[in-house]
């Protein structure tokens, strides 16, 4: 059986059972209702029996036609309640009382009108004295009745509120004995269906502990057809699968652990290819700038414009190569760890100066303003180099980028430990769907075939990771069509995380 036939099997045991019991005290509560019904009926019966005993005292005593109308009213009165359907059983001795008072009142009546009409026509003593001898024993006869009537009504009624007593106590030891047996019911059922419930996910939570400790040779043994017979014998596949997972992984790991090795060789030989690299190509890259120059400046001889302009571009392609070897090995180097910041006190304007020195011939070149906004002068202590070519790396791009108006440096007023420098440019700026290309190795902006911006790639990257070296960070806003802004946010005092 599913666990949901089982709670609702519970629910219908529980519903049915309360149903019985409020049926039971629904009918006591009819049958108590019924009789404290009659019980008041009772009452007011015997209300009025004695209102009526006292006004048939009053007309014995007067004799008046008003106590007459009155005695006769009362006691249609009481025969109606009499006359109920839920009394007439009751009240069948009461009723023939009542009926017996009726007729004695009536020969009373008509004694009373016989002795009227024997004093009208002057009727002898003898008839006179005979009526009232008559009413004597009439007279007597109603006392006698409605005394009978008081004491039935007086009987009954006592004889009814014990009934409705009874009936209470026995109502109240019935629903109290049937709640009892409800509830040990509805508790017995409720363990037993729980108890088929909660064992097996014992026994599932159980397994999954000893499972998860390690042992995958364990297996969970649930005999029920319901939803947990079926866990357990999902859980126990999905146990197989892991551990043929787990001696997979173990086989993966061995290759790992080889793999590792052979990736340790190839990074040491990758070091020497770098070493070597840094050697045989910079330094020849090196005497060709520096010959160009020699050149350039008419020391061996002089140049023809045609010849210069050569020159230039053979130094300015030299200038650009020997970045990108120079870029390669700074990101070979602080990928692998290599890299240690050498930490020193310095001035910020200084650095700014310094590249805005280094950038001013370029940007003069494309007729931009090279600003600055440095409100006061801020001590840093980091590492120098680092700071300059971070921020050397973001003004090359910005005149990059940048074909009319100007590119500012910027520092805000430091805030605690951190300091904001931004570098401000009015360029082409930067499509929303191009934001994601930002600060990833050999990703450009422009890539389409006729792109007359120089480069490989890699400034924005290589800013990127040395700012996160010295403990800070690097932002971007622009808008596309009308420049952008790089926030580089970096410690004042760099601290070692």
Not at 373 to 397: A, G, H, K, T, Y
Request: charged residues 25%.
């Amino acid at each position: 059986m599913k666990i949901k036939n089982k709670l609702y099997m519970s629910a219908a045991i529980s519903i049915s059972l309360t149903i019985i019991l409020a049926l039971v005290l629904f009918y006591f509560s009819n049958e108590i209702t019924s009789e404290l019904g009659k019980e008041e009926l009772v009452k007011e019966l015997a209300d009025g029996t004695m209102k009526l005993y006292i006004v048939t005292s009053e007309y014995l005593a007067f004799h008046e036609v008003r106590m007459e109308q009155q005695w006769q009213s009362k006691f249609n009165s009481l025969m109606e309640l009499i006359n109920k359907e839920e009394t007439s059983v009751l009240l069948e001795i009461v009723q023939t009382n009542y009926e017996s008072l009726n007729d004695t009142f009536i020969q009373l009546k008509a004694n009373y009108t016989e002795r009227e009409e024997l004093l009208k026509t002057n009727a002898s003593q003898e008839e006179v004295d005979r009526t009232i001898i008559i009413e004597e024993r009439l007279a007597a006869q109603m006392r006698l009745n409605s005394q009978k009537i008081l004491a039935n009504m007086l009987r009954i009624s006592t004889e009814l509120h014990q009934e409705v007593m009874v009936m209470k106590k026995t109502r109240n030891s019935f629903v109290l004995v049937l709640a009892i047996l409800i509830v040990s019911i509805i508790g017995t059922s409720t363990f037993f269906i729980t108890r088929t419930i909660t064992k097996p996910i014992e026994e599932l939570v159980r397994g999954a502990n000893i499972i998860g400790g390690g042992n995958l040779e364990h297996r969970i043994d649930i005999k029920s057809r319901d939803e947990t017979g079926y866990l357990s014998q999902a859980f126990n596949e999905m146990v197989d699968k892991l551990k043929l997972y787990r001696e997979h992984l173990e086989e993966m790991n061995i290759e790992l652990e080889h793999a590792n090795i052979r990736l340790q060789e190839i990074d040491r030989l990758k070091s020497i290819f770098l070493s070597s690299m840094s050697h045989e190509l910079r330094t020849p890259l090196n005497s060709i700038i520096g010959y160009t120059g020699v050149i350039l400046q008419g020391m061996s001889g002089e140049v023809n414009e045609e010849q210069r302009k050569q020159l230039i571009m053979v130094k300015n392609s030299s200038n650009h190569l020997l970045s990108l070897i120079n870029d390669i090995l700074d990101i070979s180097k602080i990928e692998a760890g290599k890299v240690e910041l050498s930490l020193e006190e310095f001035s910020l304007d200084d650095v700014v100066r310094e590249v805005v020195e280094n950038f001013s011939t370029a940007a003069s070149e494309k007729g931009l303003e090279l600003l600055t906004e440095m409100p006061q002068e801020i001590m840093l202590f980091s590492d120098r180099r680092r700071m300059s070519q971070v921020l050397m790396n973001l003004v090359s791009n910005a005149i990059k980028f940048t074909d009319r108006g100007s590119i500012k440096i910027a520092d805000k007023i430091p805030e605690d430990n951190n300091l904001e420098i931004r570098v401000i440019d009015t360029g082409r700026g930067i499509k929303q769907e191009d934001m994601d290309k930002l600060f990833k190795p050999f990703q450009q902006i422009d890539v389409s075939l006729n792109n007359k911006r120089e480069g490989t790639g890699l400034g924005l990257y290589l800013a990127k990771i040395l700012v996160t070296l010295m403990g800070g960070d690097i932002s971007v806003k622009s808008e596309y069509g009308r420049g952008s802004e790089f926030t580089l946010t970096i410690q004042l005092k760099y601290e070692e995380e």
